[in-house]
C-alpha cells in the first residue's frame, strides 16, 4: 500500500483487520488527521498489519516514531506541543513545509545550531495566507529578520527558502525583511489564490 490517509477514530483499543498479517503492509506515505498517539501506540504491536518504519513521507505528528525515514514532511496543525523535538528525529528530511508563525520556527531550528554538521534540509517551505481582515502594516513583520538571519547561517544546506502567500503585499514585505536570504539567491516567494 503506498499510501494510508487516516481521519477517522479508533474504535477499539486493538483494530485488527481480516487477513492480514503483522507488517505485511508497508506504506510509503502517512497522514493521521485523529487519535494520533492511539494510532501510533497501535503501529508500534506487533500484531499490525503496517510496517511504518520505512515511511518516506508524513503528513501529522509523528515524528519520533517514523522520523528516520523521512524525506518530505507537511506539518500544518499550529498547535505544536514541543517544535524542539520534531527535527532531531528526521535525520533524512529533505523538503520540509510547515504553516506557522516565527517562534515556533526559531523554536523548531535554533537547538540544532549545536550540531558540528549540516542538516540535510534541501528545500524549506513556509505558507502565509493572512486573513482578509489583518492590517498587513500592524502585522510584526520585523521579527522576520530573525528567521533571516538563522536560515542564512552555514549550518543550514537549504538550497531554497520558499515562501508561498496568497498576498502581493506579503510578498513585498518578506523580501525587504529577508535581505540575507535574498542576496543568496535561496529566497522564493510565490502567490498563489487563498
Request: with cysteine; hydrophobic share 40%.
Amino acid at each position: 500500500m503506498k499510501a494510508l490517509d487516516v481521519d477517522l477514530h479508533i474504535c477499539s483499543e486493538n483494530p485488527i483487520l481480516e487477513g492480514t498479517t503483522p507488517r505485511s503492509i508497508r506504506l510509503d506515505e502517512l497522514s493521521l488527521a485523529n487519535d494520533v498517539r492511539r494510532f501510533m501506540d497501535w503501529f508500534q504491536q506487533d500484531s499490525c498489519p503496517f510496517e511504518i518504519r520505512n515511511l518516506q513521507k508524513c503528513y501529522g505528528q509523528c515524528m519520533q516514531y517514523v522520523g528516520k525515514s523521512l524525506s518530505e514532511v507537511w506539518l500544518l496543525d499550529l498547535d505544536v506541543e514541543d517544535p524542539n523535538n520534531y527535527l532531531k528525529y528526521t535525520p533524512n528530511l529533505a523538503p520540509y513545509t510547515r504553516i506557522s508563525r516565527i517562534r515556533f520556527l526559531s523554536a523548531l531550528f535554533g537547538p540544532l545550531l549545536d550540531k558540528d554538521e549540516k542538516l540535510p534540509l534541501q528545500r524549506l517551505r513556509i505558507v502565509l495566507f493572512p486573513s482578509h481582515n489583518v492590517r498587513l502594516d500592524s502585522h510584526d513583520w520585523a521579527s522576520w529578520s530573525a528567521i533571516d538571519a538563522l536560515l542564512e547561517k552555514l549550518e543550514f544546506a537549504s538550497e531554497t527558502v520558499e515562501f508561498t502567500t496568497s498576498c502581493v503585499r506579503v510578498k513585498e514585505l518578506l523580501v525587504g525583511k529577508l535581505p540575507l536570504l535574498e542576496r543568496s539567491e535561496k529566497l522564493v516567494v510565490q502567490i498563489e489564490d487563498d
